[in-house]
């Protein structure tokens, strides 16, 4: 029995549930990320943006786990096997659940599949399933995929671009409405998302893995690296992306943290060749010639990049490794340019989106090397969206874009050179045949010697003013284990407290 007076003993209980309540908030254990961009959208269907999908991949989940060198683990799925060339059967894990609670079943992923192929939903990864010519539900847990021809990459992109999502409530969900609140199976289920502020995501207890590392993960975007940088090494966030060379000492002399490499970024400058100036072989090819690229690693990227001789990244399964960059020779390109009929040089613009790291140096020394030669490109900085907008209708000249040099050379030679992917600047049927050829050949040798002549003839052509690959940077704090990937997503159930 207590001898307290009622009110202090009602005081007392008040003070230890709160006690209790902070105690628990302070357990919470939560990661900041900062990124340089906003996601658009939180659905990997609909998206192809980094800063999206980073977001998107921790809350979706998919068949495949994606490995460092192009292979593939198991995910959703616990097995898989290729009765013959042209059919997979995948096995599905028992007893798996949504974040919503509904089952992950053969029906699942058979509805998935249908939504990213439907027209209707305009996902820019619905080229990359194009080989895919039917699916269909074995039992409850045992789904066949059929392809048109033998698909060599197939397992690999499906552990990117085939989110399984759940059919009911997807279905119930007006398009846009689940891009901005999306339902998964992945490592993190979303809490909260206003555009403009947080990506609030919180741990879900029913996923087939090991657990996160971090109750609580918040994505937060601050375009100015300058900003993003002081929130680092004042301990407010734990990870920034687009850390460029300049930031990088600082970022070390404050012993806030530590840089991690993530994959090779290959910016590149696409050129037009549909329209106008650049359906000239010889003019892309005294652009290339133009450009001084060995003195613009050193400059930006203290000579860390690697220069780029053809479309296909010289880490990247395929490329040619035979062919040397464009050398720099201002007066050959000069010569090219007078026999395409441009003596005097030419009037063009050079767009690029303004939330790429260290763009705005390098578009001037680009443009500065160009004016060299003759070529007047004036700088036109654009908005994320509005450049996209303007890429999709065909109205750049010149626009400074990246990939990233993934292991798997079909992942991004189909995407932005097939016709039936991305039919804006360039179309090519001899390119478009080699690229189904080298997505249908199953011999690795054969199929390295039909991406090696892609890589030759692309060198040739000239579509883009090749440049370098250069890593991109992470900041990561003292007190978390984090180590950038391959693939540059930031899969942060890989992150975990350094105590």
């Known amino acids: 029995m207590s001898f307290l007076p009622r009110k202090v003993t009602a005081a007392l209980s008040a003070l230890s549930l709160a006690l209790c309540a902070t105690t628990a908030l302070s357990e ?74 509904e089952p992950i079943d053969a029906e699942a992923v058979r509805y998935s599949f249908e939504r990213l192929v439907d027209e209707s939903l305009g996902s820019p990864h619905r080229g990359r399933m194009g080989q895919v010519s039917g699916v269909r539900v074995v039992d409850e847990m045992t789904v066949e995929f059929t392809t048109s021809a033998p698909f060599a990459p197939i397992l690999h992109l499906m552990s990117y671009y085939l989110p399984i999502v759940p059919p009911v409530a997807t279905a119930a969900t007006e398009t846009d409405a689940f891009n901005r609140n999306p339902i998964g199976a992945g490592p993190y289920r979303l809490e909260s998302w206003e555009r403009g502020g947080d990506v609030v995501l919180s741990a879900f207890d029913g996923y087939w893995g090991d657990a996160p590392g971090y109750d609580r993960v918040i994505f937060r975007t601050i375009p100015e690296e300058s900003a993003r940088v002081a929130s680092f090494v004042t301990g407010e966030v734990q990870i920034i992306e687009g850390v460029s060379v300049r930031s990088q000492q600082s970022i070390e002399r404050s012993g806030a943290g530590t840089l991690t490499d993530s994959m090779g970024v290959m910016p590149y400058v696409g050129l037009n060749t549909r329209d106008g100036i650049f359906t000239d072989e010889r003019v892309r090819q005294a652009v290339n010639l133009g450009v001084n690229r060995d003195l613009i690693n050193e400059a930006l990227f203290n000579g860390r990049g690697i220069l780029a001789a053809g479309p296909i990244s010289p880490r990247t399964f395929g490329a040619d490794l035979s062919l040397e960059p464009y050398p720099y020779d201002p007066e050959r390109a000069r010569e090219l340019l007078a026999e395409a009929g441009y003596p005097d040089g030419f009037e063009t613009t050079l767009s690029y989106p303004t939330n790429m790291t260290q763009i705005n140096e390098q578009a001037q020394a680009i443009a500065a090397d160009l004016e060299l030669i003759g070529v007047r490109a004036a700088l036109q900085p654009l908005d994320r969206a509005v450049m996209w907008e303007r890429y999709v209708a065909r109205e750049h000249d010149m626009f400074i874009y990246w990939w990233d040099d993934n292991p798997e050379p079909d992942r991004y030679m189909y995407s932005l050179f097939h016709s039936n992917s991305r039919d804006y600047y360039y179309s090519n049927p001899e390119t478009d045949a080699a690229l189904e050829l080298g997505r249908s050949t199953l011999d690795r040798e054969e199929r390295a010697e039909i991406y090696a002549g892609i890589d030759r003839a692309l060198y040739d052509e000239a579509p883009w003013l090749y440049l370098y690959i250069v890593p991109e940077t992470y900041a990561v704090a003292s007190d978390v284990n984090y180590t950038g990937r391959r693939d540059g997503f930031l899969f942060v159930r890989f992150a975990e407290p350094a105590n």
Not at 68 to 89: C, H, K, M, Q, R
């Open 28 to 101: 919470t254990r939560t990661l900041i990320v900062v990124q340089s961009g906003e996601p658009v959208g939180l659905d990997a269907m609909q998206n192809n943006l980094q800063h999206s999908l980073n977001v998107a991949f921790n809350i979706q989940d998919r068949l495949f786990e994606p490995l460092e060198d192009g292979g593939v683990a198991p995910g959703i799925a616990e097995s898989w096997d290729f009765p013959d060339d042209t059919t997979l059967v995948v096995k599905i894990r028992p007893g798996l659940t949504f974040h919503n609670g």
